[in-house]
């Protein structure tokens, strides 16, 4: 089963591969990565509660944000020198922090389409695939960090930890990554997805698991990230039902476990719901 993204177009052009080869790391690197990003860390301690936030504050005291992402604009070789972990937590605080500056730019945002929601992110022109933001040397859209930068790393998580300014995505977290703690805050990523209707449902009436579409989007690392994690398990299915599955699996009640185990679920795909995330 395959989710359509509505309305999010590929970023033009060829973005080259995040991960690179790494070069000799100067005195005191990861000290300043770790300095740079405790300033949104502070911002989201601030402005952000239980995945909501309050944009119009925001906006109010927008000089910490703006400088955080004028901050990001390193040298690319700076990038190079960093470990997988560093650039990984580096890319999803650019893009979440790019995400809050593209909101309070337009607040409070005018209603251009009835195809999405008033209020919604994407009521932004080009917010996600036509906008260009300055980060590491390079004029960037936030589909193009999501979609080639973040992708690049294969790792699943990584799509879970996006906070796309809409209800429909999982929860902002209320911190920033960091490359010391970037394990642990994925997997807890992963934890709240498995147990927050809105990433995941295992449905006992209906007999159905029912899945955030970003599975879908980014099905191929989905599959990577998860598959093997199966166990044996769901053999007759598509792998990205396999993997879906064993995301969920070890985090939601032994019921709701039996009910997989038994292997006579539908899985299905919810819609994304685009509402402001305010």
């Known amino acids: 089963m395959r989710a359509s993204r509505s309305g999010a177009a590929v ?17 005191g690197l990861e000290s300043r990565q770790a300095d740079r990003h405790v300033v949104f860390d502070r911002i989201l301690d601030t402005y952000v509660r239980e995945g909501r936030v309050y944009y119009r504050a925001l906006k109010a005291e927008r000089g910490p944000l703006d400088r955080y992402i ?4 390193v040298p690319p070789a700076d990038v190079a020198s960093w470990s997988p972990a560093e650039q990984q937590a580096f890319w999803l605080n650019a893009y979440n922090a790019i995400v ?31 906008v260009t933001h300055r980060v590491a040397g390079r004029a960037m859209t936030l589909d193009g960090i999501e979609e080639h930068l973040l992708a690049s790393f294969g790792d699943a998580r990584l799509s879970l930890a996006l906070g796309r300014g809409a209800l429909g995505s999982p929860r902002l977290r209320s911190e920033a990554f960091s490359a010391a703690r970037l394990d642990a805050q994925l997997g807890e990523v992963v934890k709240e997805c498995a147990t927050r209707l809105v990433c995941s449902e295992v449905d006992l009436a209906e007999e159905r698991l029912v899945i955030s579409p970003i599975v879908g989007w980014r099905e191929e690392a989905f599959v990577r990230s998860f598959e093997a994690q199966a166990a044996g398990r769901w053999t007759s299915r598509s792998p990205i039902e396999r993997a879906a599955a064993a995301m969920v699996y070890p985090h939601v009640f032994s019921r709701e476990q039996a009910m997989l185990e038994r292997d006579t679920f539908r899985m299905v795909y919810r819609e994304f719901d685009w509402r402001l995330n305010e």
Do not use: K, M, W
Request: a positive charge; hydrophobic letters at 45%.
């Open 11 to 27: 970023a033009g052009g060829v973005i080259a591969a995040a991960i690179l080869v790494a070069a000799p790391r100067p005195a």
């Open 70 to 73: 004028a901050s990001l604009d």
């Open 100 to 130: 809050l500056r593209t909101v309070i730019d337009a607040y409070p945002i005018a209603t251009r389409t009835q195809q999405y929601p008033e209020r919604s992110i994407r009521q932004i022109p080009g917010a996600f695939e036509r």
